[in-house]
């Protein structure tokens, strides 16, 4: 009856002078560096980022919020870690497979005081109707699919009508009172467009 309180006892003095398993974090003198594997933070890459909103519409915690503002013309996508389960969806699923990735980066523990340090953010131009006002999309994205489409992007009037800002700086022309055959190579929406083609082909 002994014998098992004596092994315990010998187990606890053994492990109180034997040096600890864990790190002492985070005052380690070297910081844990996590396997190449490991599926940390989500990080926006600006560059490679279109600003579609893909990311957003499979995250299944709806960690990833769009904000669209039209009077700036301004996207702005922004993660919140703390409702984030690192699954993955968003790298998955992005259409540039580079404007969102999944890095090494473990560490999620941040004071109330600094919410910030809980996000990121980037902010994306936005593609606005010249009639309506509605959003077409990101400026970024329409470059994405015209290098993706090459030759055959001049199919697209909406593609044309922003394929011309490389080369010159177009200032908006306003829309007279009605919508004309001249328009036809104006950034429009699809109902606005729609009202164009319709108009040119019936009268």
Not at 139 to 156: E, Q
Request: some cysteine; charged content about 30%.
């Amino acid at each position: 009856m002994f014998l098992p309180k004596l092994r315990e006892l010998k187990e606890a003095l053994t492990s109180f002078f034997s040096k600890p398993y864990t790190s002492k974090y985070p005052f380690t003198k070297e910081p844990y560096e996590p396997i190449k594997e490991f599926k940390g933070k989500p990080k926006f890459d600006e560059e490679n980022c279109v600003g579609c909103g893909t990311c957003a519409q499979v995250c299944p915690a709806e960690a990833i919020e769009i904000i669209d503002s039209v009077e700036k013309k301004l996207r702005i996508l922004k993660i919140n870690y703390s409702h984030c389960i690192y699954c993955g969806q968003c790298e998955e699923h992005c259409i540039t497979e580079k404007g969102i990735k999944l890095s090494n980066d473990y560490i999620t523990a941040v004071f109330s005081s600094d919410k910030d340090a809980d996000t990121m953010q980037i902010d994306k131009e936005l593609l606005i109707c010249q009639n309506c006002g509605s959003i077409i999309g990101c400026a970024d994205h329409l470059d994405w699919i015209i290098d993706r489409l090459g030759p055959k992007a001049y199919g697209n009037p909406n593609l044309i009508a922003h394929l011309q800002k490389r080369f010159a700086d177009i200032p908006e022309s306003k829309i007279k009172d009605k919508l004309r055959r001249e328009d036809y190579y104006k950034l429009f929406c699809p109902k606005c467009r729609h009202q164009i083609v319709i108009k040119d082909v019936f009268g």
